[in-house]
């Protein structure tokens, strides 16, 4: 094999970097994944897959438990918010070889596991609860020291440790920090009514959306525009929420109210940001992926899976190739366009969104992205 690297180091233990980890452990790179949080549990709720996303499983090799643990869909629903179709999207799946479904979602922690068990079981050595301390880099090589007190040494350094990454505050001072949008996601996990068997939304002046995960569970998620960011006490979610939706007198979103109260729901709140850092995203013998350089908000339902795709691309330049910068420097040509058009699509409509805006001009924006992404990565 003609590869740019023998031994790796993965800083961060998302999709992106999980991917990363899979894709070169198992064409022979010898691989450490280390991640700080000793329980290596993603919060959140569900997550929509979009084909493209999907796609990028299936070169992973977890797309048929995916399948299996989440649910699969086709098309997509709109809805005025009394709760009258507007219309029925048919959406396209992704161009590629293979069949590959057009859409669907799966719950967060759900997906985070069995990427965890494929990390493994490729060979990829794991190390929780630890982060990097330090990093010296050598004419050859990276020497690494990390909070347990031990070292290693490296042919590179793949930071995927998230929006907030130490990674890019420590070796790229001159990169963007991640930009508020004020406008705040709302996520809850509820049982799935028998009618709701795709992504569907309800537009008004806020956006509600849900998307089933399983057979018996689909996710909810609520969109609202804030001027600033606060801290809202987790006791008042529900109530919240359920504020919210009173904007929605559609018959079936007011018959999910109750839910909302029942511990089961694991509510999430957050405010949203993006981040786009421009290229270069490596120096030397470190490169940044994911939301590490291109974390966006859930408007195009892509953040996740364009995070994957840079992670594949990455190990494919960097299997393709003898010389490490010629393989960086490829990758990063190939992502480039791709991940602005998420981020900064993502923030236009958002912008629409919150301001009342064009809805033939939101519509559009949906129609093309989903086009372009369904392109080969």
Not at 231 to 246: K, N, T, V
Not at 346 to 363: F, N, Q, T, V, Y
């Amino acid at each position: 094999m003609i590869a740019a690297v023998n031994k790796v180091l993965v800083i961060g233990g998302g999709f992106s970097g999980m991917t990363a980890a899979i894709q070169l452990a198992r064409q022979g790179v010898e691989v450490d994944l280390v991640e700080i949080d000793p329980l290596w549990c993603p919060l959140g709720a569900g997550i929509t897959l979009s084909g493209p996303t999907l796609r990028a499983l299936d070169t992973v090799g977890i797309l048929e438990q995916v399948a299996a643990q989440g649910y699969l869909s086709t098309n997509f629903d709109v809805f005025s918010p009394a709760g009258d179709l507007i219309v029925q999207l048919a959406l396209r799946p992704p161009l590629s070889d293979k069949a590959i479904p057009c859409g669907g979602g799966i719950l967060r922690p759900v997906l985070a596991r069995i990427f965890a068990d494929k990390t493994r079981e490729v060979g990829t050595h794991v190390r929780l609860g630890i982060t990097f301390d330090g990093i010296i880099e050598h004419a050859d090589d990276l020497e690494v020291s990390f909070t347990d007190g031990t070292s290693g040494r490296y042919d590179l350094v793949i930071a995927a440790d998230g929006v907030h990454s130490q990674i890019r505050k420590a070796f790229f001072p001159e990169a963007p920090a991640p930009k508020p949008i004020h406008q705040s996601v709302w996520r809850a996990v509820l049982r799935r009514p028998p009618e709701i068997v795709r992504p569907s939304h309800w537009l008004g002046r806020t956006k509600v959306g849900v998307n089933p995960i399983s057979e018996t569970h689909m996710y909810m998620f609520l969109m609202e525009s804030r001027e600033f960011s606060e801290w809202i006490d987790p006791a008042s979610w529900p109530g919240e929420m359920a504020r919210l939706l009173g904007e929605f007198p559609a018959p079936i979103l007011q018959a999910l109210v109750p839910q909302l109260y029942e511990p089961g729901a694991n509510i999430d709140y957050r405010p949203l940001a993006n981040l786009l850092v421009p290229l270069p995203w490596h120096k030397g013998r470190m490169v940044m992926i994911g939301d590490t350089v291109h974390a966006t908000t859930p408007h195009l339902a892509s953040g996740a899976g364009i995070g994957i795709e840079s992670a594949i691309v990455l190990a494919e330049e960097l299997l393709a190739s003898a010389d490490l910068q010629t393989a960086l420097n490829r990758f990063e040509a190939r992502r480039w366009e791709r991940c602005q058009l998420v981020v900064e699509n993502s923030a236009r409509l958002c912008e629409i969104e919150k301001s009342g805006g064009d809805k033939d001009e939101h519509a559009q924006i949906m129609r093309e992205s989903t086009a372009m992404l369904a392109e080969p990565i």
